[in-house]
Each structure stands twice: as C-alpha cells, then as structure tokens.
C-alpha cells in the first residue's frame, strides 16, 4: 500500500490564460487527492482557439534532462500520461518516458483534432506516429476524429451505429491499449455519449450526456484527467467514465448558465467539490 498520493507524470502544454491542458489537469487531479508532476511542453500565453496572437516557448530540449533528473533520483510514477505534443521529437521523448515507467499505468490523450479535421499543426507524419504512443498505452482518449486518423479511416459525421462504434473501439484496442475511452460520439439512436472498451474482457460501455449548445476548450483534458484520477482511485472503467462524464456535465452546464465567453473555459472552480464527494454511479451500462 502506497504511503503518500498516487503520482501522476503528466507530459502536457501549458497555456496561462483559457483553461485547458495543466491549467486544468493539475487542479482536477489534485482534488480527487492525486499528485501532478507537470513536465512541460511548451508554455502558452493563452490556448490557441481563437485569442489573438499567442506567445509561445517551446521546452522540447527540456524533456531528456528532466527525465534523467528523475531517473537519478528513483523517482516512482504511478501513471504516466501525455497530452498535446508540438513535433515528432516530443512524441520520440514520451515514448522514452513510457519505457522509463514500464510499470506504471500508460494512458495517451491523442489531441490531434476534432470536427473531422487535424489541427493544423499535426503533419501527417505526425498523425502516423502518434499509432505508436497508442500501440505503448493502457488507456487512449481519443474523439471521433482522432480515432479515425489513428486508424486511417475516413470520418463520418453522421450518427453512428452500435455495430459501427463497437468496431471502431475493437479496432483501437487491436492497435495496443487495454482500455479505450471516446467522447462525444453521436449515436443513431440520436443520443450522445461516451464510450468505453475493455480489450481483455471484451466489454463495450455507454454512458449518454446531455447536450449543451456549446463548446469549450480543455473539457477532453479534464475528462481524461477524471478517468486517471478514477482508475488510481480503484474504479472499474465504466464507473471512471461516468465519474467523468458527469462531473464534466456540472462544469459545463454551470459555464452556459453564466453566459461566459466559450474561449474561456469551463468554470472548474466553482464545480471542483464535486470530485471530493462520494458519488453513487448507476448511468453505465453495456454497449
């Protein structure tokens, strides 16, 4: 039994003013009593979603040495889980992290893209190698989208059959990871949900959201940062994927109900106890 909190080594950019990437992970995480140990990618005036001209440093040669430093000093992680990356050498430098931890939980965020298009820094060699931090993972949290572009598939934005999403999470599982999480998935049955695969027992879950007419940036941070702190926490992945989809439910719907700029954020502050209290799951069920 571990005497201190669950570490997390958390590989994400960090942007000063929008509320997405660190700025979100770190205070989501620590209230559900899980200590962050940020390495930084790179650091952001603001996010990149439509604030103007953004000053931006990239911390890329930072990476090697800080994992050195931590090896050095036998340091234990018990996840290690990696975010936005900037180029090929970070994805390079996340694969030495992974191996450096081989015992630690392994989870991948692909932020690639989103509405059927990668970011416009993601070259497609990019795209490519990102297969190989998800073929490393036990857990990956993609979107439509990027689960498209890491099976090389077309996207398709209408909705979606059961049969068709089982066979998008199978396909993902078979690139590598144990478990699959993907949000924000429209079904034919004119819900939308967040998804869940376990590989090793062959298990699909569902658990439906409630629409918003809005978006923000940095809500595929929090929820994958729910489902770390979750899975630390000893849940089952259908119980993490809940915990997450409805804390992000409160945040979000708390946001719109203020009317607040969408480049903003959700207001996490106002909505953080929620992760500190004991909650009853019973919105999970089978795919």
């Known amino acids: ?28 995480l620590s209230a559900m009593k899980v200590q962050v140990c940020p390495v930084v990618t790179a650091v952001l005036s603001t996010h990149t979603g439509g604030l103007g001209e953004v000053v931006f440093r990239d911390l890329t040669e930072d990476l090697r040495p800080t994992l050195a430093h931590y090896q050095r000093l036998g340091l234990e992680f ?20 992974y191996a450096a931890y081989p015992d630690a ?20 060699e990019m795209c490519r190698r990102m297969g190989e931090l998800a073929a490393v993972a036990d857990l990956i949290t993609p979107n439509l989208t990027e689960a498209c572009i890491l099976l090389g598939i ?28 993907m949000t924000g998935v429209e079904l034919a049955d004119g819900s939308i949900a967040n998804l869940g695969y376990d590989r090793e027992r062959g298990d699909y879950w569902r658990v439906d959201c409630v629409y918003v007419p809005a978006s923000y940036p940095g809500t595929g941070d929090i929820f994958a940062s729910v489902l770390v702190g ?7 992945l259908p119980m993490a994927i809940e915990r997450a ?22 207001m996490l502050e106002s909505c953080l106890n929620w992760l500190m209290t004991p909650q009853t799951f019973d919105r999970y069920r089978l795919l």
């Open 1 to 28: 039994m571990l005497q201190r909190p669950p570490r997390v080594l958390a590989i994400h950019d960090l942007s000063g003013f929008g509320r997405c990437s660190l700025s979100v992970i770190l205070p989501t």
């Open 105 to 124: 939980l392994a989870v991948v965020d692909p932020v690639m893209g989103d509405h059927g298009r990668p970011y416009r820094t993601y070259t497609p």
């Open 245 to 266: 989809t409805r804390f992000l439910e409160i945040a979000i719907r708390t946001t719109f109900s203020y009317g607040s700029d969408t480049r903003y954020g959700v």
């Open 230 to 236: 979750s899975l630390l926490g000893g849940d089952s």
């Open 154 to 181: 077309p996207y398709r934005s209408e909705p979606l059959r059961q049969s068709d999403v089982k066979s998008i999470l199978a396909r993902l599982g078979e690139l590598g990871p144990r478990y699959v999480a």
């Open 78 to 97: 018990e996840c290690v889980y990696s975010g936005f990356l900037g180029s090929l050498a970070q994805i390079d430098n996340c694969l030495e992290y």
